[in-house]
């Protein structure tokens, strides 16, 4: 079993910049591909960005290309998102995940393991 708790949610105004964090715990989680998605209200849940543990490899989703970053702290079992110049649409709760090949394949269907969410809220 993969534990995921997210930190870093808040309030930012249009441009502004914030980061998240995941911690992961339990068994395996170095074998998942760690991501982010995000669920706006109304909306489906939709992929953001994917990384692996090992070699660092990233998947963006178009829309934050240029402006988020994913990380990882192999040390701390940490990944993070820098999310820079933050849109109104932006604005959603943002999940941790873990899946087998989730850099390859970001997908939902592709997820093990969520995280509880936090919330990322963007005035304009």
């Known amino acids: 079993q993969v534990q995921l708790v997210e930190s870093g949610g808040g309030l930012v105004q249009a441009g502004g910049s914030l980061s998240l964090s995941c911690a992961a715990s339990g068994h395996g989680f170095q074998n998942y591909n760690m991501a982010w998605f995000r669920q706006a209200l109304g909306k489906e849940r939709e992929f953001v960005a994917a990384i692996t543990w090992g070699f660092g490899s990233t998947q963006y989703a178009d829309s934050v290309k240029g402006r988020f970053s994913i990380s990882r702290d192999n040390a701390k079992s940490t990944v993070y998102l820098q999310m820079n110049s933050l849109k109104p649409e932006d604005a959603a709760v943002y999940y941790c995940?873990?899946?087998?090949?989730?850099?390859?394949?970001?997908?939902?269907?592709?997820?093990?393991?969520w995280g509880q969410g936090t919330q990322v809220t963007v005035s304009s």
């Open positions: 995940a873990a899946g087998r090949s989730l850099v390859r394949v970001p997908s939902l269907t592709g997820v093990n393991y």
